[in-house]
């Protein structure tokens, strides 16, 4: 019982040393604006951290394809990547890890789609509601 109690502890201890480090980016960060290269893509590439997406504010045009690069800092927090709007074209639910994964989708009708990471522990505020969310802006 007491080892328990020891690893209990010990996972509480990590979890509140990823709260206290937690990196957040400025809300007035610019805006990173795609544009299109040469293979006809809109490449993006997205860092996540200790509950925080760089850059969190991303333009990109409708209609051509996008590929964004998602990737975490390493991290014993597992997280995630997820925009959901179905009716833009964009549906994107995926693990993260500090392993670059690249996501492709054609976005089809302009709006701001918010993307986040769902991910929460036991009882503590989801990882969104930490900050680790951004804003896909589709002109």
């Known amino acids: 019982m007491k080892d328990a109690l020891k690893i209990l502890l010990c996972c509480l201890g990590i979890v509140g040393y990823g709260t206290c480090r937690a990196d957040v980016t400025a809300s007035n ?11 006809g893509m809109q490449h993006v590439r997205i860092e996540g951290g200790a509950y925080f997406f760089k850059p969190n504010r991303v333009i990109v045009k409708s209609n051509v394809p996008v590929e964004l690069t998602v990737s975490v800092s390493r991290s014993l927090i597992p997280h995630s990547f997820v925009i959901q709007a179905p009716e ?23 709006g701001s789609y918010p993307f986040y990471c769902k991910n929460r522990l036991l009882f503590f505020d989801s990882h969104r509601e930490k900050g680790m969310e951004g804003m896909l802006v589709v002109e």
């Open 29 to 39: 960060e610019a805006a990173y604006r795609a544009t299109i290269v040469a293979d």
């Open 88 to 110: 833009a074209g964009i549906a994107v639910d995926e693990s993260l890890s500090s392993q670059a994964k690249n996501i492709r989708f054609t976005p089809t009708v302009a």
